[in-house]
Every structure is written in structure tokens, then in C-alpha cells.
């Protein structure tokens, strides 16, 4: 026989603010709620809208988030056994939140098969578990069709809103139970809202699911419903129905319900939907017009008695669902089978797959990425076409190669600005797991490891058709593309790292620019267009604008040899202009002319030779700073 979940003088206090963000006052969000659920039985939670319902299965699943100044007391049993919402070895919780969010580019059967292989299934057993729990739950037909949804600004087309509830209950119980047909006691499965926005026919429908769990694995399914009909009423065993506060009004078996109310006073009109009765009898009638103070103090005063009366009827005769007999299991089925979470290396594989899987259905951004690179190259190239190797190129020159960092520089980051945010919602639910979860370390390697390498084709294909067209220097061709790529590597790491530390997407999409700007202006240490004050040269290390912009000067300077006088007709049209004479008189020994590239390097500070390999790994020291950055801070928020 199975257990019972236990819960016992629930109290959630927040503290509110005003619109000004002071401290207003205190609200009660759940005030000593106590109540129970069996497990084979579905315990449906009824009450008006901001009663507590979330909250009381955010409580019992230890996931409110309580913020400083806010108090919460919760004792949750499970058998007598107090949990924590840790891994526990003699109950499995899963939580099915009201809108669950996937990977919109996997099938339904890609999701679940990862959710099993996550759980320690091999590939064969995954296959099989995922073909029963398709059936079971209804999900076959849809079995090899996208979850879609929104995908970096793409709405992709997928599977129906019941469907998708069906797939976030069949996700998070997928294995927790044996696969025969009267599995496992020691199940607990919260359900938060499964029929908001579903029509009629599927609300039905998916209770009748939630109902087939139940009795199916012998797992406690406790559910929040929003004014559901009167046949979904009927399929749940238990109601537990809340007052403001979260107040108990009701608790015990939906059948004796409305008799327990007309005892009390309370009759439900023949043919009405009684859950609408029984949430309209515990609802606040706050009115619009003349009367309307009446009204609200007259529901006030019948909620007060409905609650006060409970609490009476509680302590004597009142059934409960732990009364209600049910035929007892065998022993060989009375332990839930929870399979060990795979190791951190499995982990990484698995999720490294799904990441790969995911980048090759979202192409058409690549593709997008790729003809704006050649766009952007060719316009760089054809203002600047075939600048020559007179004097008066060396200005221009500096110029294009640091338009082309600050030009990787932002589309790296602002394409890696919305990495997490985009996921953060999906991978959190994953990482919550108490079976089947992972850790950061795998998801974060694995999201490098794909997305990394595809960032840095863009900026060697931008680099490699705009060099021809410059007239860049052949010889250093090689370590100017491998600055850029190191450079869109870096940027993307900062853009990560921006993320990461954000609470929204809005946020970082704020924050990136500033600190792109913030690291333009650092980044021109060698002083070819601005001086940086002393105070700022040791931040101009962490610039990864700076280490790429000096990498591409000694790749294109080194080795360079300048004619003695300007034949292109850009640099003799520009030689007229008294602004480039001075910067040029101030660079290079007052108004003489550089000979080779080396003079330049050497009027700009930097080494003549080799100095282009250790900007390079600068570039690595940048963006592994800013990797280390973003691991601490997806760990830190999935600590909270």
C-alpha cells in the first residue's frame, strides 16, 4: 500500500513594497494550511484566483523563493517522514509547473529519450520506456513532431497545448515508477494549472490522465485546477478547497462535498458546476457600484464562517481521504524504482548531443549570420578598396583593422547576449530534478563546445573576404584571421558572461553594449586614436577589444615595406587633409615618413616581432576569465 504526503501549518508571509520600492507592509500567503494526500487518489485544489494554491505546491516542493524580510514555516511528511525536497531514498517528487518550457526544435520523443538517458537508462531501455510512456499518455501520434515554440526570435510551429501538458507530466515521472502496470508506491507528483487554457474536451482529458497516474503508478498526484467542469470534477478522488490565506474551507472525498456543504447551510442549485459553487462560496465579492461595501462584508463574513466551520467539523467527523480503503499492493511493488543520475562525463555527452541537435535545426540564424558577414565585409572592402602600401595607407589601415574587432566584437556579443536567458526557464526545470537532473558544468561545456566553434566561422569568412579587398598584408593573413576568430570566441565568453550574471534578457540586451563601449574605449592601448589616463592602463588588460586589436597590427605591420610616395588616389586625395598630417607628423618623428611596418609598430609601442602569437593568447586568458565568470554564476543561480 502507499504512502501519504503530510503537510501541516503552512504559513508564507511576503513582505510588499510600494511603487516607490519601499517597504509597504506584510501579506499573508498561505496562513497554517494543513491537509494530506494518498497516494493512488488525484487531490484536487480548488479556490479563487491569489488564494495561495501555487504557492502552497511551491511550498510543499520547497521552491518558493524567499526573498529577505519574508518568513515561511513548512513541515511536509511523507509516512511520517519529514522531506526536505532533497533526494530522498523513500519518495520521488516531481513538479509539472503551469507552463512548461522545452527545447522548441527537439520531437517529443528526442525530449523524453534525453529525460530517460539523463536518468541512467541505457539507449535500448530508454527507447522502450519512452514507447510506453508515449502510449500511456496519449503523446504517439505526435511522437516525432517538433515541441516548438519561440527559437531566437522564430516562432516554430509544433505540438497542440494539451499535448505539450502531456509532455511535461510524462517528462517529469518518466521512470520514476516501474514500467508494468501497477508500479510503485512513493511517488509524488505536483501539477500546477494542467487545464489553463485548454478547451473543454482536453481539460477533460487531461484529467483523466492525471487520474490514470494516480492509479496507474500508485503515485499521490496533487493538482491545482482553475474553475474546472463538472465532469473533470467528478474524476478526481479529493478536494481540498482554499479561502484567502490559503485557509482550509474543505478537505476530504469530492462525492461528499456538496453533502457537507448543504449541512452547513450551503445548497448548490440543481445543475450547476459545483467546483464553480464551491469556489464562488469562498470568493470575495468586492462589487463595482452602490452596495458593493455591503457585499464584500457580507462574503467576507460567510468565508470567515465556511472556514471557522471546517475547523469545527475537522476535529470530529470530518471524512478524510486517509479513510478511504483501497486494495493493498504486493510487496514486490511497493517501493518507487528511481534510477541514479547519470555521471557528470555522461552528462556532458547527452547534453552536448541535444545542443548539436539543436544548432543544425536553427540554421536559417547561421544563415542569416553568414550573409550579413559577407555584407558587411564587402562594404568594408569596398570603402576601403586596395588602399596601397604608401605612407599615408598607414592611418587608414589602423583604421579598417579596428572597425573589424569592433565589428566581430558586437555581433559575437550580441548573439550570445540571449544564450541563457533564452534557455534559462527549460534548463532550470531540468537542473531541479530530484531524478534525472544535471549540474551546470556539463550544460555550460556542452553549450561551448557547439556554439563556439559555429561563432567563429563568421568573423574568419568576414576577415577573409574583406582582407583581398583591403589590400591587407598576405604574409600575416593567417594570424589576422585567428585574431578574429579568437576575438569573436572572446566576445561571445563576455556575452555569455553578461547573461549569465542578468536576470532577463531585456537586462543583458542593456548591459552588453555598455560594456562593449566600455571596452572600445580601453582597447586602443597602443594610443592610435586616444590616450588612455594611467589610472585606466590596468583595465585595458581585460579589454578583449585591446588584445585583438594589437594581434591584427603586428600581423598586418609586421614585414610590411611602404613605397616612398602614396599611388592610390585615395591617399593622395586624404594627404591634402591637415588632420591626418598631424596624426601622422605626431606618430612618426615629425612628418617623416615610415619606411616599413616595423617603424609603425615601433611609433605605436608595440614589440616588432612576436608579439602577434601573445596577443593571441591574451585573447584565450580573456575569454577563459569570462568562461570561469559565467560557470560561478549559473551556479550560484541554481543554488538560490
Known sequence: MGGTLAWRDVEY???????????????????GTSAHANSGRVLAI??????????????LSHRLDVKRGDSLECVVTYDGKRITGADDEDVSMSYVEQEPKFFSNLTVRETLELDARLRGETQESAAALVNSTLRKMSLMTCADTVVGGDTGGKAVAGISGG???????????LGLGTTDSKSGGGLVVLVDEPTSGLDAFQADKMVEKLVELAEREDACVVCTLHQPRSASFAKVHDVLLLASGARVAYHGPSEDVISYFRGIGFECPEHFNPAEFLIDLVSVDVGDGVGSDDAEAKSRARI???????AKHSKTTAPRAADVTRAPKSASTSKAVRKKACDPLKQFRLLAGRAWRQAKREMWVNGVRMVASVGLAAMFGGCNFQLGLGPRSVKRRVAVLMQACINTSMLALVKSLNGFPRERATVRREMARQSGGYSPGPYFLSKLLIETPIDMVFPVVFGGVMAPMVGLNK?????????????????SSLGLSISALSPSADVALAIGPCVMVLNIMLGDASGAFAEIPDSLAP???LSLIRHAFEGVLCSEFEGLVFEKEDT??????????RGVRKVLARRFNEGVPPRNGEDVLEGLGLPVRGHAGRACKSQLGVA?????????????????
Open 13 to 31: 508571509v511576503v513582505r510588499t513594497k510600494d511603487a516607490d520600492g519601499h517597504n509597504a507592509s506584510s501579506r499573508v500567503i498561505l496562513r
Open 46 to 59: 480548488l479556490g479563487p484566483s491569489g488564494c495561495g494554491k501555487t504557492s502552497l505546491l511551491n511550498a
Open 163 to 173: 499535448e505539450r501538458r502531456r509532455l511535461a507530466i510524462a517528462s517529469e515521472t
Open 304 to 310: 470567515e464562517r465556511i472556514v471557522d466551520e471546517w
Open 475 to 491: 604574409s600575416g593573413r593567417k594570424m589576422f584571421l585567428t585574431s578574429l576568430a579568437l576575438q569573436s570566441a572572446a566576445a
Open 539 to 541: 583595465l585595458s588588460k
Open 568 to 577: 592610390d588616389a585615395k591617399s593622395k586625395k586624404l594627404a591634402k587633409s
Open 624 to 640: 577563459a576569465l569570462n568562461v570561469a565568470v559565467t560557470y560561478v554564476a549559473l551556479v550560484l543561480k541554481r543554488a538560490k
